[in-house]
């Protein structure tokens, strides 16, 4: 994949902040919750309108992200419900004509540039509240010529008052697809407005042939594409996408993305594994947060986000830039990242024994590091095994510790590792079994009768 320079700061960073925010979170029962339990629409309203967090502060929340070693971020300027958190010319249903008087997107987009990170705004085609949205233009042509305007404008007026914004991120498109929508004039006019932008890919499919993907939900709600769009977005999975970039998108929750209470949390070492995950197949882990219905963020999820943080600070460039691909097995002892001549081993199973084992590795090794802690460390290799020693008995580190390996060239497998268990050629296992013998017995020894 061929990679301009406008857009090598997206697989560089690895990691982004999703925030999933609006009125929605006064009822703290996830973002949809207008649509999933049919609320009466008018009241879903009043409450939007009347809806004044007091406790928003975007330099809180932009510090927090930077703290955790994120890179960029991407804000809910409106999701489904229709809601605009910025000055739209075209609606009185938004922050800055409602109880806020503010616009939050202006806010955040200011905060999250000073703090040195990219920025990135989400927009859902769909809103709830339009019939002409539901009835689509072979019920309602008239209505849906109206609508679509107004969700063209929209987006014009997102990317032309806020300076450089480098992450557009659509949702929403089902049921109609991308000729329904104009995705492809949309994109023309994106692209004129801000000519660096990254394009997400769920503008809806180009037609009926090529067909939707499913959504986490199992529906066709994600509307995604493989020819519109700059990057993929698997949702609740963390899949490569090949030929172009990605991100996977993942709830810090159990599930939901807007604010619930009594929402479950995944453990910090979980979400960093995601992390590692994306790392090592090459994508980006868009990481989501539900802030309050107040503007705070839940202390569970800055907790998290600290901790993560930390690891970073000390273990940031085994995932930054990080390139994709395995080179060996180490799925006994945890993950590996690789870029340049470096192999990262990621230790989720530290098994106190002051030894890690690496089998696989063609490339000598010129020096083991521990990363953790900064010290070198010794190792014996052979034909297919490195041994690493000297290790603490107690993890030298509050999540994973990191092993890197250094090598006078990018590191390569051998023949029998390129591939995983249950991959590639059976057949370059052979010699490995037949060293024991051919029979069934103990020994191997063939036996007469």
């Not at 929340?61 to 999701?79: F, I, K, Q, S």
């Not at 009835?135 to 042509?141: N, S, Y």
């Not at 329904?180 to 809806?204: F, H, K, M, Y």
Request: glycine letters at 10%; hydrophobic letters at 35%.
């Amino acid at each position: 994949m061929t990679l301009p320079d406008k857009w090598r700061w997206f697989p560089a960073a690895r990691f982004g902040l999703f925030i999933h925010w609006g009125p929605y979170a006064q009822y703290g029962r996830g973002e949809q919750v207008l649509f999933r339990e049919h609320l009466d629409q008018p009241g879903y309203v009043d409450r939007a309108c009347a809806w004044n967090p007091q406790h928003f502060d975007a330099r809180l929340w932009a510090a927090t992200a930077r703290d955790a070693g994120m890179r960029y971020a991407v804000l809910t300027a409106r999701h489904h419900d229709g809601y605009c958190l910025w000055d739209s010319r075209v609606t009185n249903y938004a922050s800055a004509a409602q109880a806020p008087e503010r616009d939050f997107v202006g806010e955040y987009v200011e905060a999250f540039r000073e703090a040195g990170l990219r920025v990135g705004l989400y927009y859902s085609l769909a809103d709830w509240r339009i019939p002409a949205y539901w009835e689509g233009p072979e019920h309602d042509p008239a209505g849906w010529d109206r609508f679509r305007d107004y969700v063209h404008t929209q987006v014009r007026e997102l990317l032309s008052n806020y300076g450089r914004i480098d992450v557009i991120w659509f949702d929403g498109a089902w049921p109609h697809h991308a000729g329904t929508w104009r995705s492809r004039e949309l994109v023309e006019s994106i692209r004129a407005l801000q000519p660096d932008i990254l394009i997400n890919n769920r503008l809806g499919t180009p037609d009926p042939d090529e067909g939707a993907r499913q959504s986490a939900d199992g529906g066709l709600g994600a509307g995604e594409s493989r020819t519109l769009g700059d990057f993929g977005t698997p949702e609740h999975h963390i899949t490569a996408e090949s030929g172009r970039l990605w991100e996977s998108c993942q709830v810090s929750t159990w599930r939901l993305w807007g604010y619930t209470i009594g929402e479950r949390w995944r453990p910090a070492d979980y979400l960093l594994d995601m992390l590692i995950e994306a790392a090592q197949k090459g994508g980006n882990l868009l990481l989501n947060v539900g802030p309050e219905a107040d503007g705070g963020l839940p202390p569970e999820f800055v907790l998290r986000a600290r901790q993560i943080g930390r690891w970073l600070q000390q273990h940031g460039e085994a995932v930054y830039d990080a390139e994709p691909g395995e080179v060996c097995e180490f799925i006994t002892y945890g993950r590996q990242l690789r870029r340049g001549n470096h192999l990262y081993l990621v230790i989720r199973f530290w098994d106190r024994s002051g030894e890690v084992h690496v089998g696989g590795l063609e490339t000598r090794v010129e020096r083991a590091v521990l990363l953790s802690t900064g010290a070198e460390v010794p190792f014996e290799q052979s034909a297919d095994h490195v041994v690493i020693k000297g290790l603490p008995q107690d993890p030298p580190a509050e999540l994973f510790p990191v092993l890197r390996l250094d090598f006078g060239s990018p590191p390569e497998p051998r023949d029998w590792a390129r591939d995983r268990l249950w991959c590639g050629d059976p057949r370059r296992m052979t010699p490995w079994a037949a060293a024991r013998g051919s029979s069934v017995w103990a020994d191997g020894v063939e036996r007469g009768g």
